[in-house]
């Protein structure tokens, strides 16, 4: 599937902060109520475009999906194992810039 086809494709763009206030203060260096309160809980990305259906798509997800508490386990799981693999590539390549840096360093002196 192309990207465009798969833009056309989209009938809802569904954000989830499952953290708690204190959390989304400190991430995000703010602590205005009106966006902290849009980052917790589901909601409907902004930024996302949006079908018509994405209001009942958002309720079926608070309904259903929020409800089954092994799926929302399955998601908490499944992020902190992509954040383990991101966070480990990134400090990965931070240890590599260092190591060819101090190389340079050896042959310069």
């Excluded at 206030?21 to 009106?34: A, C, I, M, N, S």
């Excluded at 997800?61 to 992509?82: C, G, I, P, T």
Aim: glycine letters at 4%; hydrophobic letters at 40%.
């Amino acid at each position: 599937m192309t990207p465009d086809v798969f833009q056309k494709n989209v009938q809802a763009v569904i954000t989830w902060g499952w953290e708690d206030r204190e959390f989304y203060t400190k991430w995000l260096g703010d602590d205005d109520p009106h966006i902290i309160n849009d980052l917790i809980g589901p909601a409907l990305n902004l930024a996302s475009s949006q079908s018509n259906l994405a209001p009942a798509l958002l309720d079926l997800f608070r309904k259903v999906l929020l409800q089954d508490s092994a799926y929302v386990e399955r998601v908490k799981q499944h992020y902190a194992m992509f954040r383990q693999e991101v966070d480990g590539n990134t400090k990965k390549v931070v240890l590599k810039k260092k190591r060819r840096k101090q190389k340079r360093k050896k042959r310069k002196a």
